[in-house]
Nanobody, 125 residues
């Protein structure tokens, strides 16, 4: 059974940090690109960051560049998202997703094969 389980979401003040983790099982994560998406209340899901398989090329959307860092550990089947200098607008539900196209190929969420259920991040003073 394929599973992606996110954790690490919390309530944090602006300027704070969180580390999200995505633990995968039921498929060979080594052959998948893994991305983080987020969804704000009442808005569509949007891509945040992606890490390819193989050479582990990373991609970030402009709004998180320099603040977020994505990493993967294929031996542990996990992908982490380190989030620093958090802003109010980073609030949302964060999802990890797996893409069998191996390399990051954008954030069209319909192209991703597997999804987790999300973890809530709340940035508030």
């Amino acid at each position: 059974q394929v599973q992606l389980v996110e954790s690490g979401g919390d309530l944090v003040q602006p300027g704070g940090s969180l580390r999200l983790s995505c633990v995968t099982s039921g498929f060979n994560m080594n052959n998948y690109a893994i991305a983080w998406f987020r969804q704000f209340p009442g808005k569509e899901r949007e891509g945040v960051s992606c890490i390819s398989s193989g050479d582990e090329t990373v991609n970030y959307v402009d709004s998180v560049k320099g603040r977020f860092t994505i990493s993967r550990d294929n031996a542990k089947s996990t992908v982490d998202l380190q989030m620093n200098s958090l802003r109010l607008e980073d609030t949302g539900i964060y999802y990890c997703a797996a893409d069998s196209r191996y390399y990051c190929a954008g954030y069209d969420w319909e192209k991703y094969d597997y999804w987790g259920r999300g973890t809530q991040v709340a940035v508030s003073s």
